[in-house]
């Protein structure tokens, strides 16, 4: 993930929180009008983005750019779908960016992807 500077100078994000890791932002992606709200962290081996929108949940081309904010280009990121019994919905509009920081993701080969 990348680093509190790294993330602070995008002109398309508005902290609003920070802490020892991680923090609360706004980010305006164009051409919405509405900012999305992000909750960020890279504690206890995770580096996690949390984004929400209050009317919809944020589009393929919207979850790219947002990836592209927090974390570097050679980094994978996922959105986990846990097993029912482990699920948790506290929104109905929020997507979630995951990566473990101290393993490689497993990729499925590139042509299947």
């Avoid at 993930?1 to 790294?6: A, I, L, P, Q």
């Avoid at 992606?29 to 960020?40: A, L, R, S, T």
């Avoid at 779908?81 to 993701?105: E, F, I, M, S």
Wanted: charged content about 20%; glycine content about 6%; proline content about 10%.
């Amino acid at each position: 993930m990348k680093s509190m500077s790294e993330i602070s100078i995008n002109p398309k994000i508005e902290i609003v929180k920070s802490g020892i890791d991680g923090g609360a932002a706004y980010i305006h992606i164009p051409p919405e009008k509405n900012p999305v709200g992000v909750i960020f962290s890279w504690g206890d081996g995770w580096d996690h983005v949390s984004v929400s929108r209050s009317d919809r949940c944020c589009t393929w081309n919207e979850m790219c750019k947002i990836k592209d904010i927090f974390f570097k280009p050679e980094e994978c990121a996922i959105q986990y779908h846990p097993t029912k019994k482990d699920y948790v919905n506290c929104h109905p509009y929020v997507l979630q960016l995951w990566r473990p920081q101290n393993q490689d993701v497993p990729m499925p080969p590139q042509y299947m992807v």
